[in-house]
């Protein structure tokens, strides 16, 4: 016997809706799971910069006596100045340089005036973690 179609043979809407929300659900948890690795990513590498570049600050002004900032004065109590990379001393007659004499590798947005020292000496990022 054979047996005439009415329209029943494939998938219906209902079917094809719940496949593609499925999907898209599925999809959604792979990338918030990816990205979320990447926002670590950019934690650890700010952090690990941070860290790096307090100790070659704190090794410039123990040795120079002056930060590593335009004119080599800290700023005034509450403000802020960039940390400049190519700021300089001499010492023994040799010329000693921040980058690359004590910093070991130029960190992120190192050209955009990010890095900073306040009054106090204390190396700070003016930019939020998860845009480094």
């Not at 959604?28 to 979320?36: D, E, K, Q, R």
């Not at 004590?102 to 947005?109: A, D, E, I, Q, S």
């Given at each position: 016997?054979?047996?005439?179609?009415?329209?029943?043979?494939?998938?219906?809407?209902?079917?094809?809706?719940?496949?593609?929300?499925?999907?898209?659900?599925?999809?959604?948890?792979?990338?918030?799971?990816?990205?979320?690795?990447?926002?670590?990513?950019?934690?650890?590498?700010?952090?690990?910069?941070?860290?790096?570049?307090?100790?070659?600050?704190?090794?410039?002004?123990?040795?120079?006596?002056?930060?590593?900032?335009?004119?080599?004065?800290?700023?005034?109590?509450?403000e802020?100045?960039?940390?400049?990379f190519?700021?300089?001393?001499?010492?023994?007659?040799?010329?000693?340089?921040?980058?690359?004499?004590?910093?070991?590798?130029?960190?992120?947005?190192?050209?955009?005036?990010?890095?900073?020292?306040?009054?106090?000496?204390?190396?700070?990022?003016?930019?939020?973690?998860?845009?480094?």
């Amino acid at each position: 016997m054979i047996k005439e179609s009415r329209g029943e043979d494939g998938f219906s809407f209902v079917d094809l809706g719940v496949t593609v929300f499925i999907i898209v659900a599925v999809v959604a948890l792979i990338l918030s799971n990816v990205l979320g690795v990447f926002g670590e990513a950019r934690q650890t590498a700010l952090e690990t910069d941070l860290h790096t570049m307090k100790n070659a600050v704190d090794e410039y002004m123990i040795q120079s006596g002056e930060p590593p900032t335009a004119d080599g004065v800290l700023p005034k109590a509450g403000e802020y100045a960039p940390i400049v990379f190519n700021a300089s001393f001499t010492f023994q007659g040799r010329m000693l340089v921040f980058y690359p004499h004590f910093l070991g590798k130029l960190p992120r947005h190192y050209n955009k005036e990010v890095w900073r020292i306040d009054s106090a000496g204390k190396v700070s990022v003016a930019i939020e973690p998860e845009k480094y």
